[in-house]
């Protein structure tokens, strides 16, 4: 992947949250577009993530990137193009959480993270999600994709609720279902009538582009 | 008669000035940003001692005084019993004792062909029986789960196998406070009743506090078994990097912290509980986000901060040995085995848990539980140690024999053969043996005692009636929790085929 050596990538990958925040609002001062600072700053990230994929990083930088990635997009960007009214090309919605009676949301942040990066809208329903609330978010946002994880054996059969759920409530063919987390598999996921499972964020992002037949 | 295991502590990386820097960083933690609770139970309890709580926000901060005081009326010892008198064991100071396995397992290696599956109730009572049969394991947890039952009444199920097949110690999870009733009610049947139970504990509590630093409505199983009156132990994971500081001591400030709070719980609850010490560093591995179970730092931060503290606080501690990140039962899991299993010993720990436990966890082996049992074998005798006296000096024998003789015949050579370990399925047989016993590898071998034992082996059946109050304790509750829960009983894991993680 080329990438220009310029200050927003190497504060992303400094892992330097204060670095990352000082950049932004630099390149923002300097009359840069904001859209285009997004972009910059999901390149970085996606520029972690492969390396993570290639074993160079783990899965610490993974988070150590995301996370104040996400904060300068949330609080200096996203107020910015509200005011430019701009706003970045999404790949797709995405409602994300982890399910009900399991509180394991590191993996789910992760996901949701790449998923950004990616270039996805990420609509995060937290953590110990009932099954009706991934249902009831995907309606309201209109979303092209439901994502649950579980890190638990007792709470994985809330994924097949989700499932369930969705196709009683008329929206199977409206959204795609990924799953992920410790106990799931490839075959659970066929099992209870999911599209998809990633092992890790990396993969996720793969399967997720997959089924809406976006080019990587 | 009580069992005394083998005292050791010969291995001391930490000095009394270590543990009480983890103390008391422990205590600054617990003051100031205390713990997340949003069990309201648990935050009264706390509300009522007369600690910092926020309902609100679901915080409790614990002064340092309730914790020392509960930490003064923790008792040091503990007699855990079996339903057979003879399995009891005595927990305190560094007396060392391994048990099977742990919680349950999403996978059993299924003993016939080596596939992964899901495990069901039978291989529950299977493991339960082979946990029974093997000497050096002297409590019981779990390689297998009742993954066939709905999950809502799980550990009910896993409980009833449990006091079916085992005379030995029993200490396992049953998740929230009905659960915890329920069990406690089931194991007051088997010794006839509440009182006798109290006197005769024959199941000890486990249960994880949250990392970092959260109790969670499941917790408040640990209320029931100290009004109870029954041992509980509380195990906090915080791993190194993820839900502790990337620092083994870090971390096992995190974990002691947890613990802290859940004795001062317990003590709360009901003073003089008795309570097992598992302050616990768990290292991850970076690159898969897994708990690296056989990890070198994973040993040291499981067992040196467990017997540490534990002996600064005397109470009695639980540990890891004998698991491994292996998916088979191979050269990598005997190494990572002996390397945890033999910290944790020679650290002193009482309750040394997880034998037969691969992949962190994820798969149960009933093979690994026998190779670990012969390795549990070979490590209590080094903790044993070599005793020198004058009988071990032996020098009116060697006088005897002289230059040039042997010491076959010797009454002191037959008198003292013990000081010998004898393995029972590790290889010691010449080339020619090996070959004509048909090239076995350790762990067919394995496989063939795992059979072997579950062909002959049972523990003493239960009384019929007990075997039927049980079975309607479980029914019963299994009725009033597939209600409640959170899910429909139909989605239990027995819908699953027998599936493989993939590689």
């Given at each position: 992947m080329f990438l220009p050596d310029d200050e927003i990538v190497n504060a992303v990958l400094s892992f330097d949250a204060d670095k990352v925040t000082e950049a932004t609002k630099k390149a923002l001062k300097e009359g840069q577009d904001p859209v285009k600072v997004v972009d910059q700053l999901t390149n970085a990230l996606r520029v972690v993530g492969k390396k993570f994929e290639e074993g160079e990083l783990f899965l610490m930088h993974l988070v150590a990137a995301a996370e104040p990635v996400q904060k300068v997009i949330k609080e200096i960007l996203e107020p910015e193009m509200l005011k430019n009214k701009t706003s970045r090309t999404s790949l797709g919605k995405v409602v994300l959480g982890t399910v009900a009676g399991d509180i394991h949301d590191i993996g789910k942040n992760i996901v949701g993270a790449m998923l950004f990066a990616a270039g996805f809208e990420v609509c995060d329903t937290g953590k110990d999600v009932p099954a009706e609330q991934f249902v009831s978010k995907a309606k309201e946002v209109n979303a092209n994709v439901v994502g649950a994880s579980a890190l638990l054996s007792t709470t994985l059969p809330i994924q097949r609720e989700i499932v369930e759920k969705i196709v009683a409530t008329g929206q199977r063919d409206k959204v795609k279902l990924i799953f992920g987390g410790a106990p799931a598999t490839d075959e659970w996921v066929k099992e209870i009538g999911g599209d998809g499972y990633g092992e890790n964020a990396i993969e996720a992002v793969n399967v997720t582009k997959k089924l809406l037949k976006i080019q990587s | 008669m009580v069992q005394r295991g083998p005292k050791s502590?010969?291995?001391?990386?930490?000095?009394n000035d270590h543990a009480r820097d983890i103390h008391v960083s422990s205590l600054e933690v617990l003051e100031s940003v205390g713990m997340h609770c949003p069990s309201a139970k648990i935050l009264e309890i706390f509300d009522r001692a007369g600690a910092a709580v926020d309902f609100k926000e679901r915080r409790v901060r614990i002064p340092q005084h309730l914790v020392e005081e509960s930490l003064k009326k923790a008792?040091?010892?503990?007699?855990?019993?079996?339903?057979?008198?003879?399995n009891d064991i005595l927990l305190e100071d560094s007396r060392v004792y391994f048990g099977m396995g742990g919680t349950p397992v999403p996978y059993i290696r299924d003993v016939e062909n080596g596939e992964m599956r899901r495990p069901t109730k039978e291989d529950m009572n299977q493991a339960t029986r082979l946990g029974d049969a093997?000497?050096?394991?002297?409590f019981i947890m779990t390689v297998a789960g009742a993954f066939d039952v709905p999950y809502e009444a799980e550990y009910l199920h896993e409980f009833e196998s449990l006091f079916n097949n085992t005379e030995k110690p029993i200490l396992y999870s049953c998740p929230g406070a009905y659960a915890a009733k329920k069990v406690l009610e089931m194991a007051a049947t088997v010794v006839g009743g509440m009182e006798e139970l109290k006197r005769k504990p024959i199941l000890a509590l486990y249960t994880e506090t949250v990392s970092p630093l959260s109790f969670s409505d499941v917790n408040e199983n640990m209320i029931e078994f100290a009004k109870a009156g029954i041992p509980v132990t509380n195990g906090p994971m915080p791993m190194c990097?993820?839900?502790?500081?990337?620092?083994l001591a870090g971390t096992a400030v995190v974990s002691n912290a947890e613990n802290l709070a859940a004795i001062t719980l317990c003590q709360l609850v009901n003073p003089h509980t008795p309570v097992v010490y598992t302050g616990w560093a768990c290292a991850i591995d970076p690159r898969t986000s897994r708990c690296a179970y056989g990890a070198p730092e994973f040993g040291m931060g499981t067992s040196i901060f467990n017997t540490t503290m534990g002996r600064y606080y005397d109470l009695p501690t639980y540990g890891f040995g004998g698991c491994s990140d292996s998916k088979l039962p191979d050269a990598q899991a005997g190494a990572e085995v002996m390397m945890n299993g033999m910290l944790a010993a020679l650290g002193g720990v009482n309750l040394i848990h997880?034998?037969?436990?691969?992949a962190g966890g994820s798969i149960g082996s009933m093979e690994m539980v026998v190779i670990c049992n012969e390795i549990a074998g070979m490590i209590l005798r080094i903790v044993k140690g070599v005793k020198v006296d004058e009988e071990t000096l032996a020098v009116d024998v060697i006088k005897n024999v002289g230059p040039g003789g042997h010491f076959m015949s010797q009454k002191h050579t037959l008198e003292h053969l013990k000081e010998l370990y004898l393995p029972v399925i590790f290889d010691k047989d010449s080339e020619e043996g090996w070959i004509k016993g048909g090239k076995k590898d350790v762990r067919d071998v394995a496989r063939l005692r795992v059979k072997e034992i579950l062909r002959e082996h049972s523990a003493e059946a239960l009384p019929r009636d007990i075997q039927e109050k049980l079975r309607q304790i479980v029914k019963e509750a299994e009725k009033e929790l597939v209600k409640?829960?959170?899910?429909?009983?139909?989605?239990?894991?027995?819908?699953?085929?027998?599936t493989r993680p993939k590689t």
């Open positions: - | 502590g010969h291995l001391r990386f930490l000095t008792p040091k010892e503990i007699v855990f019993c079996g339903r057979n008198a003879k093997l000497p050096n394991i002297k990097g993820a839900s502790g500081p990337m620092t997880d034998c037969g436990y691969l409640t829960g959170s899910g429909s009983g139909q989605m239990s894991l027995h819908h699953l085929p027998p």
